[in-house]
């Protein structure tokens, strides 16, 4: 069945009093886009990760976020101490010009503005980790999935009955031209009867023929109906496949062309309608197939 481009998975793992979250957001794209949202020491894991998620997810736009806590946590806190050193200088001299008591503590210093800040990390530091967050990614990957799966078969149901609805219309205009082509027939006697009356000259049946097949060759049809029934039969064999977005894709674009080259061909009103209708019908296609994978 095909799977949605679009949803969430949230996964966690837990090994040495350590804890791991990935949630996983997925977005319709043509192409595959990965994305890691980390704190910076554990950025490193990204090329890991999308090789990961490539093996369950081949379009759309994948954004990771990976959150780490307890002892495997990389990123720490550290005191810049030259920044500490500037700012008690100032305070310092400060004190000295307006005869205060210079302070005995640092500790009203730490809250000013980079004095604490995050340790320089370790580009090693996320491999050691790297089999807690697999775990955590595979159950993200798990529940997107899901998801994905879920969303998919409702939008190829949705998709089975506007083929089959198009089917119907199809099969309504191959029905209607026999007498689209004796009403243009008709039309055509009508108009040519008037214009030799009004000549005074005589035309023979074999030339009101000759004529009548001219038109009907003109306008005929049979080959788009034809290849209408297969694009739906395709459509509907690549609904049970599993990433048939770019072929639906395609061959939606392929319903519209030969509707179009149908309307093109036909003077008949009905027709003309019946087409309209297919082709409103197909821009929904369009529309749920940029959600397939």
């Known amino acids: 069945m095909p799977k949605s481009m679009t949803g969430c998975g949230e996964g966690t793992a837990a090994s040495g009093g350590s804890a791991c979250r990935v949630e996983l957001r997925a977005v319709n794209n043509r192409a595959f886009k990965f994305s890691l949202r980390t704190k910076e020491g ?17 379009r759309g736009t994948v954004h990771m976020t990976l ?19 500037a700012y ?30 995050d340790a320089i990390p370790d580009a090693t530091a996320g491999e050691g980790v790297w089999p807690l967050v697999a ?14 799966q879920a969303e998919g078969a409702a939008l190829a149901a949705d998709m089975r009955g506007l083929c089959g609805e198009i089917g119907l219309l199809v099969a309504g205009i191959r029905g209607r031209v026999p007498l689209a082509v004796e009403q ?10 008037g214009l030799v009356a009004e000549r005074g000259s005589t035309l023979t049946e074999a030339d009101i023929t000759r004529e009548v097949v001219l038109l009907a060759d003109r306008s005929d049809i049979a080959e788009e109906l034809v290849r209408l029934g297969s694009h739906l039969d395709q459509f509907a064999r690549l609904l049970e496949t599993e990433s048939p977005g770019r072929q639906l894709d395609f061959l939606a674009q392929e319903l519209v062309r030969e509707a179009n080259t149908v309307a093109s061909k036909s003077a008949d009103v009905e027709i003309a309608h019946a087409v309209v209708e297919i082709k409103t019908l197909v821009e929904r296609l369009r529309e749920q197939v940029q959600n397939l994978e």
């Not at 595979?138 to 998801?147: K, N």
Request: proline share 4%; hydrophobic share 45%.
């Open 184 to 193: 243009q027939r008709q039309r055509l006697v009508e108009r040519v009867a």
């Open 42 to 58: 554990l950025a490193g894991l990204e090329s890991q990760a999308e090789a990961v998620v490539r093996e369950r997810i081949r």
């Open 88 to 117: 008690l200088d100032e305070l310092e001299d400060f004190c000295v010009g307006h005869g205060l008591t210079v302070p005995t503590t640092v500790d009203p210093l730490l809250a000013l503005p980079g004095i604490v800040c």
């Open 67 to 85: 959150d780490l806590a307890g002892p495997a946590a990389t990123v720490t806190r550290r005191i810049d101490q030259a920044q500490l050193a």
């Open 135 to 148: 775990e955590a990614l595979g159950r993200s990957l798990d529940a997107l999935d899901g998801m994905r």
